[in-house]
Structure formats: structure tokens, C-alpha cells
């Protein structure tokens, strides 16, 4: 996971240096988004605990704070990577302040060198190129992706030599002989859309990429895939209403990733009766938002959608120049007769 | 929070509606929710490819296409689940106003279909704002307030007196205007010159006593403009050919200025006045007023023109939120409830 969990705003030196100051406790967490990591921090099928890894593009300055910030909301992380931009400034490494390519990826390859069996859940932003980063490194690991490749695509993405080579190195013993099938390691990216960019973008890398306007999104998505069971999804619902959602928006969110093909429509009338049977035969009283966000649910629309296929090959030369989304400047003129 | 409702089969197609839902719903002041109702194929096809906020915005299926070569019963028997009729009943469930760039005469019957008509009010009336010389109310608004365009061609005289209360309400819940003027719409300056039906309305627009508007008499077309009354009443007929009388002024004023760049000394005339012209051509511009609200009815339906872009159709949103918000429709059901209770009801017409 990586500074999604929280609301940062570096666009703006203003933004960046508001960010520094803020406290700990200042720092407010995306809805939805502390539910949903306590949940999927335990495995439902062997009650173990699974780890979690922070890496963040933010700087080592703010490692206090954000340290700080995830122990207040009751998480531990089990590793906390952040980006050196301090020392990239002091040795002129420019392009290693800006690129997300060349420090993300040897970050997770690295990680996964320790844990070589590990699978793995990955959340990032639609702020950077998160999706691009990750998807690779899936490929890479699951064998899709041959090592060798990477000295292109990395160099199509701007970056430089030495992070490539730091790149191809630990790639390299990470390479299996055997292609493994699709999700064998890399079980799903989740990408917030923060910047509510178009979705259609991340189309291009299948359906382990899931696009994602709030968290619930992503229970939703992580019970299809059996990593998450039924309460877990409603405890998410619940913190999505504590965190200033309506149920209105919350089931049109439901509608939307239906729509795009992830989530298929008979898996919410599932989730449906969960919240009736937990009422019912657990003697639960769920909480008056679930029962207004089950009401919502129940009267919108579902369509049927082909499912988003999974991909085996995917061109990450051709994705490398379509990374960093802009949000389109778009200026209607305002007459104060509609204010 | 408001909620609008928008017809995405209309006018240009759900590519324009899709993307003034969009922007509406990336517009974080704004706080509107959207409901697009059309072909949800091609809404999904569509929204994939436009930056929004899907938490924002929800999708209603309504497959019927409408054929404006038909009737508006044929069309509303052959095509039943078209987006105007879909749209009115999602809008009137939630109680949210209804926003559509499709074929007047059909909103009109659809909504006569669907929808309630306000307590009091016989008759429904399309407006529109027309630009004026003068400005009014707080916020100095340079438009007046022009009703019926369309939807009622023969009102009689109560009608003519509900129309002229519901533009007051409008005008002063919309622009910010306490107590409107209001004028009646005539060939003549002396009323014994009108038809009768028009003389029947001015005689009870004089006699009305109301804090809703001043009644300022009866007003010649060649004055709408220059600000002799905020709120102009006439009947249907003669309000669709004055308002695209206007709509054609602007567009042979924009061509002659076309014209005008043939020379180089009109050429720098013209871009002396550029920045000039460009305030009047804002004025002019109806995508900018955000559309014609068909006032009477138990919602806010804003119909915009068929060849409307997603500026107008996101202006017409804005319209939408702000006549919710001001609570126009409840203004006008409290306003047509006294004129009843005045004496002035309605006759029954059913216009």
C-alpha cells in the first residue's frame, strides 16, 4: 500500500508544505480505508495474519508522522519504505526525485526476494503510474515478463541507467523457469482514483488492475475473490457511513463497478441477503446506515456486463508514455443567474 | 445535497449529457448527484472514456429511442421506456428535477402523463430569460423573465394571472428579485385594443392585491429589452416566436460580425470592441442560461434546446440545483394556494 491510505495532496508547494506540518493526528484517512486493511489483515481461510508493506513515494522526512499517523489507527506496518528525494536532491539525481518507475519497482522486487512465496494484494493511486508499476512487476514475477524486457520499458519510462540495472538485478533471480498462472502471486491491484480519472485508462492492464473510487470498491472485489467473507464487506459498508458517505453514493459506487464488469451483479444480491441473514438468523442488529445502504442497493439497477478478461500479454513500451494522468482544465462560463 | 435527473438519449447524444454529468459531478461546490437515464450500453461505452465521479453519479436504463417524426402519444405508446417518460418517474420518486434536451412537445406530454400538476395551477408554462439593458434584483442580473414560450398557446385569462404569479416566484427565488414587475404582453398600450381574453387577465392583473409583484401594466415588445419588466406574460404562441425572433437576432448579429472581418479597418474595429462583444455575446448565448424551466408542475423540469452542448446542459444543472434549493416549486404551489384563496381560481382549463 502506499500513501493512498491517507489523504496527501503534493500537487501544490502550498499543498506540500501544509503536509510537512501536519500532524499526526491531523492527517485524516480516506474513508473506508482503515476498515478495510484491519479486515485484510486477517487471512479468513487460516485465521494467520497477513503482513503489510508500506511504500510510499512520500519522503523519509514524513516516516514520523506516517508511522505515527497508521499506529493511531491501529496498524502496525512490517515494512515502511519511503523515497530518499533528499538524497536524489543533494547527489542531482532529478530524474530519481520524479520517477515512480525507478523506485517502486526495485522496492518490490526486493521485498519479494525475502518472501519469494508470497501473494500479494497491491493498492495504489491514480496519481503517479501505480498501475503501470505494479502490473509489471506482476508480469515480472509471474513469469510473464522475462527480466531482459525490462531494460526497455524502463527506458521508455525516463528512467535512468542505474535504477534500470538496480531494476534487472533483482529481477533476475526472481525469474521462474515455470510461468506461473495469472494471480499465482499478484492477486489484485487496487488503483484509488483519487484523481477520478477515466477509467478506461487502466483497461489496457486486464482485470488483475481494478480501478476504484472508495474502498468499499475494493471488499467488494476482495470477496469475489474469496479474501474477504461477508461481515468483513458490511464492517466496511459501516466505516464508509462513519466516514461522511451516503448510502445513495455508496450504492451508486456499487453500480459502477457492476458496470465496469469486476464485480458481476448476482454477487451483490449476495451481499444483500448476507445483511438480511445476519439480521435475521444472527440476531445482528446492522447498523442504520447498512440498513438504508441495503435499501438503496435493493431498488438500483445492476446490469449484466461481459466480465473484464485477464490478460497475459500486455505492451508496457506502448503504456510507458500514458502514465501520469492531468485532470483535463475545463472552464464553463458562470453567469450568477445559476449561482 | 441536490439530486438532478438527465436525460442522456436526447438532443446531441449521451456523449454531451455524459460529459456535463461528469463535470457536475467532479464539481465539488456544485454537490449535485446525478441520475443519467438513456441506452445504458452506451452510457457504460461512453463514461469509461470521461474523467467523473461514479460515486456521484448512478445510470438508469431507458432503451426506447424517440422518433420526433411521431406524435407525442405515439411516441409515448410505441416507446414507452423512451428517457423523458423513464426520467419523469425516477424524478418524481426522488423528488428531484428533471433536466432534458429532447423534443419540447414531448417533455410536455410526458410530463402531463407522469407528473402532478401544482395546486392552483390550470396550465403549464415554459420561461425563458431574455437579456435586458437594465439590471435587477441583488446580484444585478441583466435578464427578465419571459413566459409562456411554448407550452399553453391559448391560455385564458386565469391562466394568464397563474402565469404571471409563477414567473414572479421564479424571478424572485431564482435572481434574487423581492418583488418583481411584472407586465403583460400586448400589441397596444390600451387595453380595450387587446383580445379579450388579454384584457380579462390585465383587468385582474390590476386588481389583484398580492406581496408577490407589482403589477407595471401592459408592455410592447420593442421594451422587453430595455428593462421595463422583470417578468413579461403572454400566451404560448406569441412567446416561442418572440424567443426565436431573439435567438435569430443573435445569430445574424454574430454573422454580420463575420462579415466585418472581410476588411482590415472593420478588423481592428471590431477587435477594439472584442471585449465588448464578447460580454454580449455571453448574454446572448442561451447555452449559457442553462434552459427553459416548465414551471407548474410538482417538480423542476428544464428543457433545453436539441442542439444543446454539455455547457449548456451543465448551466441547465446548475439551473436545476438552484431552483430546488431556492424551493421554487413549493413558492409557487404556497403563491397559486392564496390566489385561490383570493378569489382568483382556476376555471378549469386544461390547457
Same mark, same amino acid.
Given at each position: 500500500m502506499d500513501k493512498t491510505y491517507i489523504r496527501t495532496e503534493f500537487d501544490t508547494i502550498a499543498d506540500l508544505l501544509r503536509t510537512f506540518r501536519q500532524r499526526p493526528e491531523d492527517k485524516? #484517512?480516506?474513508?473506508?480505508?482503515?476498515?478495510?486493511?484491519?479486515?485484510?489483515?486477517?487471512?479468513? =481461510?487460516?485465521?494467520?495474519?497477513?503482513?503489510?508493506?508500506?511504500?510510499?513515494?512520500?519522503?523519509?522526512?514524513?516516516?514520523? *508522522?506516517?508511522?505515527?499517523?497508521?499506529?493511531?489507527?491501529?496498524?502496525?506496518?512490517?515494512?515502511?519504505?519511503?523515497?530518499?528525494?533528499? $538524497?536524489? @536532491?543533494?547527489?542531482?539525481?532529478?530524474? %530519481?526525485?520524479?520517477?515512480?518507475?525507478?523506485?517502486?519497482?526495485? #522496492?518490490?522486487?526486493?521485498?519479494?526476494?525475502? =518472501?519469494?512465496? #508470497?501473494?500479494?494484494?497491491?493498492?495504489?493511486?491514480?496519481?503517479?503510474?501505480?498501475?503501470?508499476?505494479? $502490473?509489471?512487476?506482476?508480469?515480472?514475477?509471474?513469469?510473464?515478463?522475462?527480466? &531482459? &524486457? /525490462?531494460? =526497455?520499458?524502463?527506458?521508455?519510462?525516463?528512467?535512468?541507467?542505474?535504477?534500470?540495472? %538496480?531494476?534487472?538485478? /533483482?529481477?533476475?533471480p526472481l525469474v521462474h523457469t515455470v510461468r506461473k498462472p495469472l494471480r499465482a502471486r499478484v492477486r489484485r491491484i487496487f488503483i484509488h482514483l483519487e484523481r477520478r480519472s477515466p477509467t478506461a485508462r487502466f483497461a489496457a492492464y486486464g482485470a488483475r488492475v481494478v480501478p476504484v473510487y472508495n474502498y468499499f470498491q475494493a471488499a467488494l472485489m476482495l470477496q469475489v475473490d474469496d479474501a474477504m467473507d461477508a461481515d468483513a464487506v458490511v464492517r466496511v459498508a459501516d466505516a464508509m457511513g462513519r466516514g461522511g458517505y451516503s448510502p445513495f453514493r455508496l450504492a451508486n459506487s456499487v453500480q459502477d463497478i457492476v458496470r465496469r464488469g469486476y464485480v458481476p451483479a448476482d454477487h451483490i444480491a449476495k451481499v444483500l441477503r448476507d445483511i438480511g441473514e445476519a439480521r435475521v438468523h444472527l440476531g445482528m442488529t446492522p447498523s442504520r446506515f447498512i440498513l438504508d445502504f441495503a435499501k438503496a442497493l435493493a431498488t438500483i439497477q445492476l446490469p449484466t456486463p461481459s466480465p473484464v478478461p485477464w490478460l497475459e500479454e500486455i505492451d508496457y513500451v506502448a503504456l510507458a508514455s500514458d502514465r501520469k494522468y492531468k485532470p483535463p482544465r475545463f472552464q464553463v462560463p458562470r453567469i450568477s443567474l445559476l449561482d | 445535497m441536490t439530486t438532478c435527473v438527465l436525460d442522456a438519449n436526447a438532443g446531441r447524444g449521451p456523449e454531451e449529457a455524459l460529459r456535463a454529468a461528469a463535470l457536475a459531478s467532479l464539481d465539488a461546490d456544485l454537490d449535485v448527484d446525478l441520475v443519467v437515464v438513456g441506452d445504458e450500453e452506451k452510457i457504460a461505452k461512453h463514461l469509461g472514456d470521461i474523467a467523473h465521479d461514479a460515486e456521484r453519479l448512478r445510470v438508469v436504463h431507458a432503451p426506447d429511442a424517440i422518433d420526433r417524426s411521431l406524435s407525442a402519444s405515439t411516441i409515448a405508446s410505441n416507446s414507452p421506456n423512451n428517457a423523458v417518460s423513464v426520467g419523469l418517474r425516477v424524478a418524481c420518486e426522488l423528488g428531484a428535477p428533471f433536466i432534458s434536451a429532447g423534443h419540447p412537445g414531448f417533455i410536455l406530454h410526458a410530463a402531463r402523463t407522469i407528473l402532478t400538476r401544482t395546486a392552483g395551477a390550470d396550465a403549464a408554462a415554459l420561461a425563458a430569460v431574455i437579456p435586458t439593458t437594465s439590471l435587477r434584483g441583488e446580484r444585478n442580473d441583466p435578464f427578465a423573465l419571459l413566459l409562456d414560450i411554448g407550452a399553453c398557446p391559448e391560455p385564458s385569462a386565469d391562466v394568464l394571472v397563474q402565469f404571471a404569479l409563477m414567473g414572479a416566484i421564479y424571478a424572485a427565488r431564482v435572481a434574487d428579485n423581492a418583488a418583481p414587475k411584472v407586465a403583460l404582453l400586448a400589441n397596444a398600450t390600451h387595453a380595450d385594443e387587446l383580445p379579450a381574453s388579454r384584457q380579462a387577465a390585465h383587468r385582474a392583473l390590476s386588481a389583484l392585491?398580492?406581496?408577490?409583484? *407589482?403589477? %407595471?401594466?401592459?408592455?410592447?415588445?420593442?421594451?422587453?429589452?430595455?428593462?421595463? %419588466?422583470?417578468?413579461?406574460?403572454?400566451?404560448?404562441?406569441?412567446?416561442?416566436?418572440?424567443?426565436?425572433? @431573439?435567438?435569430?437576432?443573435?445569430? #445574424?448579429?454574430?454573422?454580420?460580425?463575420?462579415?466585418?472581418?472581410?476588411?482590415?479597418?472593420?478588423?481592428?474595429?471590431? $477587435?477594439? @470592441?472584442?471585449?465588448? /462583444?464578447?460580454?454580449?455575446?455571453?448574454?446572448?448565448?442561451?447555452? =449559457?442560461?442553462?434552459?427553459?424551466?416548465?414551471?407548474?408542475f410538482e417538480i423542476p423540469v428544464i428543457v433545453t434546446q436539441s442542439s444543446s452542448h454539455h455547457r449548456a446542459l451543465l448551466n441547465a444543472i446548475r439551473l436545476a440545483r438552484k431552483v430546488t434549493n431556492k424551493q421554487v416549486v413549493p413558492g409557487i404551489a404556497t403563491a397559486l394556494a392564496r390566489l385561490g384563496s383570493l378569489g382568483h381560481g382556476s376555471t378549469g382549463d386544461l390547457s
Open positions: 485524516q #484517512t480516506i474513508p473506508g480505508a482503515r476498515a478495510l486493511l484491519r479486515e485484510l489483515l486477517n487471512d479468513k =481461510n487460516d485465521g494467520t495474519r497477513r503482513k503489510i508493506m508500506f511504500i510510499s513515494g512520500s519522503p523519509r522526512q514524513m516516516r514520523r *508522522v506516517l508511522t505515527e499517523k497508521l499506529r493511531l489507527d491501529g496498524i502496525e506496518p512490517d515494512s515502511f519504505v519511503l523515497k530518499p528525494n533528499l $538524497s536524489n @536532491l543533494l547527489l542531482m539525481r532529478f530524474s %530519481a526525485i520524479r520517477s515512480q518507475v525507478g523506485y517502486k519497482l526495485p #522496492t518490490l522486487l526486493r521485498s519479494r526476494l525475502v =518472501n519469494p512465496q #508470497t501473494t500479494e494484494f497491491l493498492f495504489g493511486d491514480d496519481s503517479e503510474q501505480d498501475g503501470f508499476v505494479y $502490473s509489471l512487476y506482476a508480469d515480472l514475477v509471474e513469469g510473464r515478463l522475462p527480466p &531482459a &524486457a /525490462l531494460p =526497455n520499458i524502463m527506458s521508455a519510462c525516463g528512467v535512468s541507467s542505474r535504477e534500470i540495472d %538496480a531494476a534487472g538485478n /533483482l529481477a533476475g | 392585491t398580492t406581496d408577490e409583484f *407589482v403589477y %407595471a401594466g401592459l408592455i410592447r415588445a420593442e421594451h422587453m429589452m430595455t428593462g421595463g %419588466a422583470d417578468v413579461i406574460v403572454t400566451d404560448g404562441f406569441s412567446g416561442d416566436v418572440v424567443v426565436r425572433t @431573439l435567438e435569430g437576432i443573435a445569430t #445574424t448579429a454574430d454573422d454580420l460580425l463575420k462579415q466585418a472581418q472581410k476588411r482590415f479597418r472593420w478588423r481592428v474595429g471590431v $477587435s477594439m @470592441l472584442s471585449s465588448g /462583444l464578447t460580454r454580449l455575446r455571453e448574454l446572448a448565448d442561451w447555452e =449559457n442560461y442553462g434552459g427553459a424551466p416548465l414551471l407548474g
